[in-house]
């Protein structure tokens, strides 16, 4: 009996230790993020326990409304590790977001993190779009959340003529955000012409007019 209940268990916590978190086990109670190690290691090394206070695990920049006179008209500011080092290890982390009237927080993927939305104010419409090409979109308003999926392209336009502010949350201590517009027109060096103009059927002056477009601000 045992012997067939206890792999059946192992399996079991594997399973869910392998789906419900993104990132590893804790083997601590805390490890605050040392920001300034020069030793490399999966998240950060963990600071002197003796050094550890209040402020590693606090936070305000998500209090006011960030700037939003950008070309996107939107601004994310972010609460990950390098901005709360005591979430190092934790696997959680949060964003604010505002938009300004007519404002995109455009396509892009979080490739270590689950997102979801609380709409703190105003009035979105959101979309993530499936592995089969499938977009699944919705409006959403104050007081309500949306959900997007570890990896998948996603983005949140303000279509109201008053501002709208949200709080992301991640299952990641650091989600990474990859814009697919500037990863692709502006990385650096930068994605070849021939494979852009081949991937999007265009000719090469469009390319290189979005290029220039998302070129960043000197
Ligand atoms: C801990 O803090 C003390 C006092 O500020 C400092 O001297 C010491 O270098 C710190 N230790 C580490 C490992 O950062
Ligand atoms: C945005 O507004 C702030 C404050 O009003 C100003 O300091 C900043 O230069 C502006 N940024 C842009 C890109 O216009």
């Known amino acids: 009996m045992a012997a067939v209940v206890v792999p059946l268990f192992v399996m079991m916590l594997a399973i869910v230790s392998g789906t419900a978190v993104a990132d590893p ?15 490399k290691v999966n998240g950060f090394t963990c600071k002197d326990g003796a050094n550890i206070t209040a402020t590693d695990f ?6 006011k409304p960030g ?6 008209g939107s601004l994310v500011t972010a609460a990950n590790v390098q901005k709360i080092p005591g979430l190092n290890t934790l ?22 993190a689950t997102e979801m939305v609380f709409v703190l104010d105003g009035q979105l419409d959101v ?21 997007f ?22 299952n990641s201590q650091l989600p990474g955000t990859q814009s697919i517009a500037t990863t692709l027109f502006a990385a650096s060096p930068p ?6 103009t081949k991937a999007f059927q265009v000719g090469t002056k469009e390319v290189d007019k979005i290029k220039s477009r998302l070129a960043p601000k000197k």
């Open 67 to 72: 700037l939003t006179n950008n070309s996107m």
């Open 127 to 147: 979309g993530f779009i499936t592995t089969s090409n499938v977009l699944i979109s919705k409006t959403i308003n104050k007081g309500e959340i949306f959900v």
């Open 191 to 196: 994605v070849p012409d021939n494979v852009l």
């Open 58 to 63: 606090f936070f305000d920049g998500l209090a």
């Open 25 to 39: 086990d804790l083997l601590q109670d805390v490890c605050v993020a040392d920001l300034t190690s020069g030793v």
């Open 91 to 112: 696997g959680v982390s949060l964003s604010r977001i505002d938009y300004a009237p007519g404002g995109l927080n455009p396509p892009h993927t979080h490739p270590r």
């Open 149 to 170: 999926p570890r990896g998948l392209v996603h983005f949140q336009k303000n279509n109201g003529k008053v501002p709208a502010a949200v709080i992301a949350a991640f």
